[in-house]
């Protein structure tokens, strides 16, 4: 199986203040196809996973612009310009080229 | 809108079954393939198990291959997971999720709320 490790695995931070995620993948995740099938996701406290971000670098249907995913091969970070208080929860990345699909541990967002 | 509702979950001793269910709606719930995810309690995510549109493509994790079976009845809109010979291990919130990856790939748009199964004695 594809190994997904995240870094850091939690992380403070004072609103307004940019945040970064970083998830290596154990094999690439560029496929023939010419695409790179690495996914983030938000669960937000007492909820179910929300998508944020697909193929790397698009955002989701009503995702805020403050968001942004970046990478390629088997690295990959997940930017936000200016956190807000409502982005608080646990981010996970995740490759769907490869069975099993498999996810990062997590990289818990707390606000300062 | 798209929603997906599970149900079934509940408090099951080892070796118990279960059968988990998800009603979609706001979607053409026959178009797209479906998954099984689930997290354990205080834990990550990890994939359950994988179904085409059209039944024709099913996979399953190692951890439930043999004891688990994924299934759909597209006229009914719903999605199953039939939980069989269940393991102290199998304790966690099992979500559907759906999944518009063509075939080179899997990935969820959007999930269900969640149904707790806890097996204990």
């Known amino acids: 199986d594809i190994v997904m490790t995240q870094t850091p695995l939690s992380l403070s931070v004072t609103p307004g203040q940019p945040a970064s995620i970083s998830c290596k993948s154990s094999?690439?995740?560029?496929?023939?196809?010419?695409?790179?099938?690495l996914y983030w996701y938000l669960q937000k406290p007492g909820q179910s996973p929300q998508l944020l971000i697909y193929?790397?670098?698009s955002r989701f249907s009503g995702v805020p612009d403050r968001f942004s995913g970046s990478g390629s091969g088997t690295d990959f970070t997940l930017k936000i310009s200016r956190v807000e208080a409502e982005d608080v929860g646990v981010y996970y990345c995740?490759?769907?080229?490869?069975?099993?699909?498999?996810f990062g541990q997590g990289t818990r967002l707390e606000i300062k | 809108e798209v929603q997906l509702v599970e149900s079934g979950g509940g408090l099951v001793q080892p070796g118990g079954s279960l059968r988990l269910s998800c009603a979609a709606s706001g979607f053409t719930f026959s178009s797209y393939s479906m998954n099984w995810v689930r997290q354990a309690p205080g834990k990550g995510l990890e994939w359950v198990s994988y179904i085409s549109s059209s039944s024709s493509t099913i996979y399953y994790a190692d951890s439930v291959k043999g004891r688990f079976t994924i299934s759909r009845d597209n006229a009914k809109n719903s999605l199953y997971l039939q939980m069989n010979s269940l393991r102290d291990e199998d304790t966690a919130v099992y979500y559907c999720?759906?999944?518009?990856?063509?075939?080179?790939?899997?990935?969820?748009?959007?999930w269900g709320q969640g149904t707790l199964v806890t097996v204990s004695s």
């Open positions: 995740m490759q769907g080229i490869h069975l099993p699909p498999t």
């Open positions: 193929e790397v670098s």
């Open positions: 094999q690439s995740l560029l496929h023939s196809d010419g695409k790179t099938y």
């Open positions: 999720a759906r999944d518009p990856g063509g075939p080179a790939t899997a990935f969820f748009d959007y």
